[in-house]
């Protein structure tokens, strides 16, 4: 124990240069820095050996953190650190740490160990670690990990992180049980930027929350031989979810929050030219995705994302809800698309964006406004439920027209119901596919009921050149009206109306037959006119 006003460290520890450098700036505040100031020997990622002159125990460093010397009189301690290598564990799991923490260029030997720890900031940029163990770790600040290198994984289960939280361009391998940042249940009161991050395994954010948007722009997601790269069901984001393109350095599309630290260099993978010129990094999931159930407060957009799975794997949006899906990604070649039960107000899509037949599932999926991104017909757009139905299902078309109704586009609307039911005429027996082609070629089931009126002005037309040429005698020589081919022809074909003809003439032979293939056709137009009617009065 160190004593108050004692800012000596004690004999015992016996402090090497390098950590005799750590505690004098702990005290002051500054930066003890351990560069040799050659490029390649202060990488803590390179090949390169360190000597004893840059080695620091791990138990002096946590004495610093739980137990450290006062600060120098009108200063305040930090610990700031640059160019380390840390032996052995650093564990200070539990503990209370109230000096902001920086370390920088540093190499661990083992992992670092913070479950239960209370932080102010702790920042570790650039750094080679084993492994972070941080469950349930809580910061009043920041934790920054952007361009570490981790080999074993992060864990931050259950982690409540005061304010954002940063792991752009880190690179991050899988555990023992496949994992590369375990997260479940963390909390972040801003936001979480992991833009151009590179993770190996599963990346699990189950039941996570952020209290502004969530930004993996650019990012690599690689778990190809996993059931998911990204496993995030129950995720809460308060603003937007971006899973888009990160523009490169000196980029317009470049995000304002990466980086922070340093000049983004351009990777090997996933780069973009766009017409002017300008590099973009797509985001890319190797591997499956699972959002199920999350809701996210302004949008989950992406844009120029690329999806690469397997066939048994999926990209699932089951039963999501935000204001706006932007599905404006590059078309999946295998796997499936799963949006069944979300719940958004504006679709904003491409057509070229969606897998085909067999690869895209929206049972109930629900929206309020189409915003299509390019050429989308209306073609294009029944093709796209076409897909998603492979045995008859009405709902999304209903949505469908529903979507197109409210957007004024009534004819348009009245197109895809009348694709629903010739898409349901083909579960139908002999019979009634029989009877569907009927209404179909005659009204189009009511949904062009000007169809009606032409076939009845055509039937009436030819059955008044016939009757005019054949009339039948009457059936009451003396009670009956004056003939008139007109409306006796006219009353066989209205079905509910009687204009006082029908019952007064009788016909025989040809003209029998006649008058019922009028009567029948008559019965079969009114009919159909009555359902398409009752259907458009049901606004289905």
Not at 83 to 104: C, H, N, W
Not at 149 to 177: F, M, N, P
Not at 190 to 210: I, N
Not at 417 to 430: M, V
Request: net charge neutral; glycine share 10%; with cysteine.
């Amino acid at each position: 124990m160190i004593e108050p006003g004692d800012g000596d460290a004690p004999a015992d520890l016996q402090l090497t240069s390098a950590e005799w450098s750590m505690w004098q700036a702990f005290r002051n505040g500054s930066t003890c820095d351990l560069h040799i100031g050659d490029p390649s020997r202060d990488d803590p990622h390179g090949r390169h050996l360190w000597g004893p002159e840059r080695r620091i125990r791990a138990r002096v460093l946590a004495l610093l953190l739980l137990d450290g010397p006062p600060a120098q009189p009108g200063r305040v301690s930090a610990l700031k650190v640059t160019g380390a290598y840390i032996t052995d564990i650093l564990d200070v799991a539990g503990g209370s740490i109230k000096p902001f923490v920086e370390l920088r260029d540093c190499r661990f030997e083992g992992e670092v160990v913070l479950p239960e720890a209370h932080f102010t900031t702790v920042r570790l940029v650039n750094c080679a670690l084993p492994r972070l163990e941080a469950a349930r770790l809580t910061t009043e600040g920041d934790l920054h990990l952007p361009r570490c290198v981790v080999l074993s994984g992060v864990r931050l289960t259950d982690a409540h992180i005061g304010t954002d939280l940063l792991l752009s361009q880190a690179v991050v391998h899988k555990d023992r049980q496949g994992r590369s940042i375990l997260a479940d249940g963390l909390t972040v009161t801003q936001d979480l930027h992991a833009e151009m991050l590179e993770s190996y395994g599963e990346l699990s954010l189950r039941g996570a929350t952020v209290g502004g948007s969530l930004s993996l722009r650019g990012s690599r997601l690689s778990n190809p031989f996993g059931r998911r790269a990204l496993n995030a069901p129950q995720l809460t984001v308060e603003r937007t979810l971006h899973l888009t393109a990160a523009g490169l350095a000196n980029s317009p599309f470049a995000s304002g929050a990466t980086p922070p630290f340093g000049t983004v260099h351009t990777p090997a993978y996933g780069t973009v030219t766009t017409p002017r010129g300008t590099r973009m990094q797509r985001f890319e999931c190797e591997g499956g995705m699972r959002l199920d159930d999350g809701r996210f407060g302004d949008a989950v957009d992406l844009e120029h994302a690329r999806f690469v799975m397997e066939s048994d794997q999926e990209l699932s949006l089951r039963r999501i809800q935000t204001p706006e899906l932007r599905f404006l990604g590059e078309r999946p070649q295998r796997g499936r698309v799963i949006v069944s039960g979300a719940r958004v107000v504006n679709l904003v899509d491409r057509s070229a964006s969606w897998p085909g037949a067999g690869g895209l599932q929206m049972a109930g999926f629900a929206y309020e406004t189409l915003i299509p991104r390019g050429h989308f017909p209306l073609a294009a757009r029944l093709q796209w439920v076409a897909a998603a139905t492979p045995e008859y299902a009405p709902e999304p078309y209903e949505m469908l027209a529903t979507a197109l109704r409210s957007s004024g586009e009534d004819a348009d609307a009245r197109v895809v119901l009348l694709a629903k039911q010739r898409r349901r005429r083909e579960t139908l027996p002999l019979a009634g596919k029989a009877w569907g082609f009927l209404q179909d070629w005659t009204v189009a089931y009511g949904y062009r009921p000007g169809r009606a009126a032409l076939w009845m002005a055509i039937l009436w037309a030819l059955g008044t050149v016939f009757f005019t040429s054949s009339p039948p005698p009457p059936l009451k020589s003396d009670e009956a009206p004056p003939w008139n081919p007109y409306l006796y022809v006219l009353d066989l074909l209205l079905p509910v109306i009687d204009l006082n003809q029908r019952a007064a003439w009788n016909p025989r032979g040809g003209a029998q037959w006649v008058a019922a293939v009028l009567i029948i056709a008559g019965w079969i137009l009114a009919t159909t006119v009555a359902a398409g009617a009752s259907r458009l009065l049901r606004r289905q």
